[in-house]
C-alpha cells in the first residue's frame, strides 16, 4: 500500500535511523538529503528503499559512517580520492568542494574517486555544482547489471552520467543511465509487485520479461540499442582507468549489505570566464525549445529536468508517496 508522508518527516525519520546507526548527524543529513531529493522528483529507485540497506552496511562494517575520503592531488588538476569505505554522498560532496575551490584558479578539476559507498541519483551533484555557477560532468560505474549489445546475460554497470551548466533560474540538468532503466527501477517494480515494460530486461536464462522480480536476477538492456552499450563500455573502462576500479562482473557494493564497494566516480568540474553572462542565454535558449509546437502526440516540449521539478514541486505540497513496507522498516530502524 503507498502512503503519502510529509517530506520533513521523511528527513526527521531516516535521519533519526542513521543516527543511530553511528553517523554523525552532518553525514547524516547530507545522505538523507540525497535519497529525498530522489523521493521529490520521482526517483523512488534511488530514494528510501536505499536507506535500510545503507544501515545494514553500515553495521556489518562495509561503511563507515564517520568517513569522508582522503584526498590526494596528483598536479594542479587531478585529485585522487580514497573514499574510506564512507557515506557516498558525503565523500562526493567533500570531493566536489575541493574541486570548486581548485578549479577556481585551474578553470578545470577532475576527482577519481575509488573505495566510496553508493553516490545515488547524480542529477543532486549535477544541481549543486551549477547553482554555485560551475559545470559538472559526473559518471560512475556499479555491478555488472546490463547485457551486452547482442549478448544475454550481464557483463556492464547501468554507468550512468550527469551534466550541470547554471542557467537562470533553475540550471540545466541531465542525468541518464546507459541503461534502459536503473537495477533501481527493477527493484522497487518487484517491491510494488508491478510489471515491467518488455524490453527493458532479460532473466536468468537470456530470456525477455515482464517479471520484475525474475529480471533481478538476468540482466537489463542497453538502451539506445549498440550505440547505447558502446557509451557505457566507454564510460566503464574510462572510470575505471582513472579510479583504479574494478570492471565489469567484479564489482560489488551498490547492490548487497556484505560486500565492499568496488565501483569508481569520477567528476570533473569547469570553471569558465564567460560561463555567468552565458548563464542567461542559456536559459533563453531552453526556453526556445521548451515553446516549440510539439508534434503530434506530444502535449508539449521538454527539456531534460522539467518533469522532475514539476513533480518535486507537487510532492512538496502534497506529501511523498512511499511503499508502505518501504516506510514500515525505515521507521523501525529509526526506533530500534
Known amino acids: 500500500m503507498i502512503q503519502k508522508v510529509a517530506a520533513s518527516e521523511i528527513h526527521q525519520i531516516c535521519a533519526a535511523a542513521l543516527l543511530r546507526a553511528g553517523a554523525p548527524e552532518s553525514h547524516a543529513r547530507l545522505q538523507v538529503d540525497l535519497l529525498l531529493e530522489a523521493e521529490l522528483r520521482g ?29 590526494d592531488w596528483q598536479g594542479d588538476g587531478l585529485l585522487q580520492v580514497d573514499g574510506e569505505c564512507g557515506l557516498g554522498p558525503v565523500v562526493a560532496c567533500a ?106 530486461a532479460l532473466d536468468a536464462s537470456g530470456r525477455p520479461t515482464t517479471d520484475a522480480k525474475a529480471a533481478r536476477g538476468g540482466a537489463i538492456a542497453p538502451f539506445g540499442e549498440a550505440k547505447g552499450y558502446a557509451l557505457g563500455l566507454a564510460f566503464e573502462v574510462l572510470v575505471a582507468g582513472l579510479t583504479g576500479a574494478a ?39 531552453l526556453d526556445e525549445i521548451r515553446d516549440d509546437a510539439p508534434a503530434e502526440g506530444f502535449r508539449r516540449v521538454a527539456i531534460p529536468g522539467d518533469r522532475a521539478n514539476a513533480v518535486r514541486a507537487e510532492r512538496l505540497r502534497d506529501g511523498v508517496p512511499v511503499a508502505g513496507n518501504v516506510w514500515d522498516d525505515i521507521v523501525a530502524l529509526a526506533r530500534a
Open 43 to 71: 526517483r523512488a529507485s534511488h530514494g528510501l528503499l536505499r536507506l535500510p540497506r545503507i544501515v545494514a552496511r553500515i553495521r556489518n562494517g562495509v561503511a563507515d559512517p564517520r568517513a569522508s575520503g582522503r584526498h
Open 95 to 200: 570531493a566536489l568542494d575541493a574541486l570548486m575551490e581548485r578549479a577556481a584558479t585551474t578553470g578545470v578539476a577532475l576527482a577519481a574517486i575509488a573505495n566510496n559507498n553508493h553516490i545515488g541519483m547524480l542529477a543532486f551533484y549535477a544541481e549543486r555544482v551549477a547553482t554555485r555557477g560551475a559545470m559538472l560532468i559526473a559518471l560512475s560505474t556499479s555491478e555488472a547489471l546490463v547485457h551486452a549489445w547482442g549478448g544475454t546475460k550481464a557483463m556492464l554497470g547501468t554507468n550512468p552520467i550527469a551534466i550541470g551548466v547554471p542557467a537562470a533560474p533553475l540550471p540545466f540538468v541531465f542525468d541518464m543511465a546507459t541503461s534502459v532503466v536503473s537495477m533501481g527501477q527493477i527493484h522497487d517494480h518487484a517491491l510494488r509487485g508491478a510489471p515491467i515494460p518488455l524490453g527493458w
Open 247 to 285: 570492471l565489469g562482473r567484479a564489482v560489488r557494493g551498490t547492490l548487497d549489505a556484505t560486500e565492499i564497494c568496488n565501483k569508481g566516480d569520477v567528476f570533473i568540474v569547469i570553471r569558465a570566464a564567460q560561463m555567468e553572462a552565458m548563464a542567461a542565454s542559456i536559459a533563453l535558449y
